[in-house]
């Protein structure tokens, strides 16, 4: 089997890299910032969308508010990166919040902040991908009409790609989001220079459509709420953020150094990106509307089903480009491409976190090792299942998918932040260096407004986007909580009960006797050599086991055994109902039971075969008797195999029989040659 799935897993993943090679698999700058700041990057390809959505349903009159909103998420990001820089200083072993709040708060805080984490990372996946179906859609039909295959035929291509390495996966990432960079800049730019300079006017294709307006004449709470749910639908900009604390291990030395001057790029990068997106949709007349085929009207009439609303990056981009333009193009293809790349920045934070929790004993212990390129396979596979299950279940429709987003995200960066201000507190009762607790006290402030700020906003995105999907997110984080709480009890559980005690124990007193029992089926080469192993053993007695399932069988068993006069004494068990493995589990609990302070070694022959589909012909009973005797106390289990003429041992075996010479026999000649003259010799 192993042959078998080889050559394709070298073909898609690559070969193998030896562990001394993990350094070499440790970032830069310029490749961390695509890697882990992708996510964030690209979001400013929907968050401002999602703001204008939201917006719309007072009408375009509540267009005007959408600056004031950007200039909340812009505090907002820039709290939250200051914050995270203090968080990359203090705790630069890559556990990020999780370690922060497991530190400062306690584990069940830590705990929290892990199952927020995972759910944020799955979504994470989930939106980016299929916000770059949607956009891909907008130019090719075929994917929008099958975006939920798409969207998972992606998912299978960037877990591939993740699967090769970090370091591979950083560099195949890079070009693209550094071209969607670029693009959007230069969009800025020339759209500034024509609207500011030039006084040219730019029109968004949905420039002349006017909005039916849901709820018209808003005011006073109901206003500000709606203001709220629009500031809460921004902060999609911020997803992502926490992503390089928790992958500072994988940056070159200084670790903390390089990290911290990252999250300040990206964060001066989103910025502008947003507030300059957020800028031309408004000078460009962008309409967007939560129900286009309704609630969007062209000449006084709903554009209908048929209708596909493009997102705002797009509509400006053919507004200041034009449509069809050579960099309209670009930008288009490059958004797409690097909202599918804006899920690396999952996949590079949930693998490591998953191998963080499993060696604290939260997860499988799976979790924590590298795969063949030195990257958390595991978690890769883990995370890409959990997400393709989310994208079909929603179909690939981002709108409903990001009202799951970001629920997870201020959660952790809430107990993060909450977590930091106590580990200021901590070292400044013990600090007596003053320019030291200068440097303390205003890491404390920082991370002190961070934590209000984050948890203001926490708030506001419960209340407004409770009942449109982010209770989902809640159950999940619950459903994370429990799952891991469980997996620590039962290893810890384990531990304590497979711990060697200090003193002699029962478990350690040697067995009064030992009952072996060879299994027999019939009499051939492997029974043979079971037998003659377990005589070896000189156990205090032996005793051979047969279930009669057909009497015929049975009879020619006996008669064979009286003829060959093996020394071991027959037991045949009936079994009416013909079951194999029940009679031999009966037989060996009676044996317990009559002696509980006997051992009882079962010997199980079993064929070794060289072909992976020569496993399903064989050895099938051995392996459910061997399932069954694993779960019953005082009994061992030795499988006693036999290599059939396709497995390579047995052909390595006839190899060197073959090539074998006995001594002197250079002299005489080889032995196939002594036997034809010995022959000849005789006639």
């Known amino acids: 089997m192993s042959k078998l799935t080889d050559l394709p897993k070298r073909i898609l993943i690559g070969r193998a ?44 009159s509540a267009y005007h508010f959408s600056p004031w909103i950007a200039v909340a998420v812009v505090v907002l990001m820039f709290t939250v990166v200051a914050s995270y820089r203090q968080n990359v200083h203090a705790y630069p072993s890559g556990g990020g919040d999780y370690e922060v709040a497991n530190v400062n708060l306690g584990p069940k805080a830590g705990l929290t902040v892990a199952s927020a984490l995972l759910v944020d990372y799955v979504l994470t996946v989930a939106v980016s991908i299929s916000s770059g179906i949607e956009n891909l859609g907008s130019a090719i039909p075929f994917v929008i009409e099958h975006k939920t295959a798409c ?7 960037l877990t591939l790609m993740n699967l090769r390495g970090v370091k591979e996966s950083g560099k195949l990432f890079a070009i693209p989001t550094y071209v969607f960079v670029g693009g959007v800049f230069i969009m800025i730019a020339w759209g500034a220079i024509r609207g500011f300079f030039m006084d040219e006017t730019m029109k968004a294709p949905t420039a002349d459509f006017t909005i039916h307006a849901e709820h018209q004449g808003l005011a006073g709470i109901a206003l500000v709420f709606l203001l709220l749910r629009a500031f809460s639908s921004g902060c999609a900009a911020l997803t992502g953020v926490e992503a390089i604390s928790n992958g500072v291990p994988a940056f070159r030395k200084p670790k903390s150094k390089n990290a911290a001057t990252t999250l300040a790029l990206m964060g001066a990068l989103a910025v502008t990106m947003f507030c300059g997106i957020i800028g031309l949709a408004m000078a460009t007349n962008v309409r967007m509307a939560e129900n286009p085929a309704t609630d969007l009207l062209k000449n006084g009439t709903p554009v209908g089903e048929d209708y596909t609303q493009n997102p705002v990056i797009s509509q400006v ?15 288009a293809a490059s958004t797409a491409l690097v909202l599918f790349l804006a899920a690396n920045t999952a996949y590079n934070g949930f693998p490591l976190l998953g191998s963080i929790l499993a060696q604290d004993r939260y997860l499988p212990r799976q979790l924590h090792t590298r795969g063949d390129r030195l990257a958390f396979s595991n978690g890769i596979v883990l995370l890409a299942g959990a997400a393709a299950v989310l994208v079909y279940i929603y179909g690939a429709d981002s709108t409903k998918l990001i009202q799951l987003y970001i629920v997870g995200v201020f959660v952790s960066f809430t107990l ?14 013990t600090e007596t260096d003053p320019a030291k607790r200068r440097h303390m006290v205003r890491s404390r402030a920082i991370n002190m407004f961070g934590a209000f700020l984050t948890g203001l906003v926490l708030v506001v995105v419960l209340l407004t986007k409770f009942t449109h999907g982010a209770w989902v997110a809640l159950l999940g984080m619950v459903i994370f909580y429990a799952t891991m709480t469980a997996i620590r009890k039962h290893y810890d559980r384990v531990s304590e009960e497979i711990a060697a005690d200090e003193g002699p124990g029962d478990d350690t007193v040697r067995p009064s006797r030992v009952h072996s029992i060879v299994l027999v089926s019939k009499i051939h080469k492997p029974t043979l050599r079971a037998l003659a192993y377990a005589k070896l053993m000189r156990s205090d007695t032996l005793e051979a086991l047969s279930i009669s399932v057909d009497p015929a069988e049975t009879k020619a068993l ?55 589909y020569e496993h399903l012909l064989h050895n099938q009973s051995a392996l459910r008797l061997k399932g069954r005797l694993l779960f019953t106390p005082g009994v061992m289990v030795t499988s006693v195999p036999w290599q059939l003429d396709s497995s390579e041992a047995a052909k390595l075996r006839a190899r060197k029989r073959a090539e074998w010479n006995a001594p002197g026999s250079v002299r005489r000649g080889p032995v196939g040659e002594q036997k034809k003259e010995k022959a000849s010799t005789k006639k």
């Open 151 to 157: 969207a998972v035929g992606v998912i299978v291509l």
């Open 558 to 612: 006996r008669e064979e055994w009286q003829r060959r006069s093996i020394d071991v004494p027959l037991k045949i068990l009936d079994s009416p109902y013909r079951e194999i493995t029940r009679p031999v589990i009966d037989y060996v609990k009676s044996l317990r039971k009559e002696s509980p302070r006997d051992v009882v070694s079962v010997y199980i022959p079993e064929y070794v075969v060289g072909h992976w």
């Open 416 to 429: 993060s932040q909450t977590g930091m201000v106590r580990h200021w507190n901590r070292h400044l009762r």
């Open 317 to 331: 981009a053919e507004a200041v480009f034009g449509s069809g333009s050579f960099l309209f193009i670009i930008l």
């Open 17 to 60: 890299l030896h562990s001394s090679k993990l350094g070499e698999t440790l970032l830069p700058k310029r490749i961390a910032l695509p890697v882990f700041a992708s996510d964030p990057l690209s979001s400013v390809a929907y968050a401002p969308g999602e703001v204008l959505l939201v917006l719309s349903a007072a009408g375009v």
